[in-house]
């Protein structure tokens, strides 16, 4: 049975082609990672205040001390949740299709195999995630040990942000502050790794220790991960959205209402 959108040819005929609108998906991904990844060199490399009022900035959360220096603080921590992502299987499958047409799509010819044929008429050597740079990817449950420690930070910094003037308050940047760590908390725990290492390497539940508790935990886990891709873009846009308020309230663009109890 054929997939929507996709037109099977006759036995022996020629490889099937999408009559859907399959480009949609890889183009949506190229511009939306590209604004990203634009906005955070722009506020990482160029910014070096990293709070404003108590609101702290996800992209320089956890605050490091770097002395006399005109480097951004953020410099010293921004690979561990770009390697996060980075090395994410999602984003792996979506940066694949998009920016290498690997494939661009389901039922989609591979543009390179055409180009990859060797003169005995042979497809050149395939060496997947072997060699550099893909065999980074292999350390992304390492990265996932560092993403955990960063999200229990943001969620202090959030904490934070409703003290106003030495009382309990709120601002709109305390709002987006809180709702950013929890979708980020949302995409961190719904992470295939941290699936994995909850009860996906086991064979028996009933006959590991605590194995009840962690068949609940990863059942849960597994609702998650089934909105791990959903997880992934909104807390991409919060992660912006609450960086670019704080940039709008350290420009004098915008002042921050405040209710203080």
Known sequence: MAAPGVTVPPRGGAAPRRADRWWLYPTNVVVWLTVFGVYSF???????HDQFH????????PQVAVGRTPLSPALFIFYIPLGFRATCYYYRKAYYRAFFHDPPGCAVKEPRL??????????ARYRGETAL??????????FLYFALAFVVVLWIDAFNAFSYRGHWG????????????????????SC??????????????SCA????QRYRLWRFSTWL?????????????????TDAYLRLLQFGVLHDPHLGF
Do not use: E, Q
């Open 42 to 48: 722009w506020t990482i490399v160029f910014f070096t």
């Open 54 to 61: 108590g609101y702290v900035s996800p992209f320089f959360s």
């Open 170 to 189: 709120v601002g709109l940047g305390s709002v987006l502050m809180l709702v950013n760590v929890l979708f980020l908390t949302l995409y961190t725990v």
């Open 133 to 142: 740079p893909f065999i980074l990817n292999n350390l992304h449950r390492f």
């Open 209 to 212: 220790k605590f194995g009840r």
């Open 225 to 241: 991960n089934l909105r791990h891709s959903t997880y992934a873009w909104v807390s991409l846009f919060t992660l912006i959205g």
């Open 114 to 123: 055409a180009a990859a044929v060797s003169p005995t008429g042979r497809g």
């Open 192 to 205: 295939h790794s941290l699936r994995h290492l909850i009860g996906g390497s086991l064979d028996c539940f």
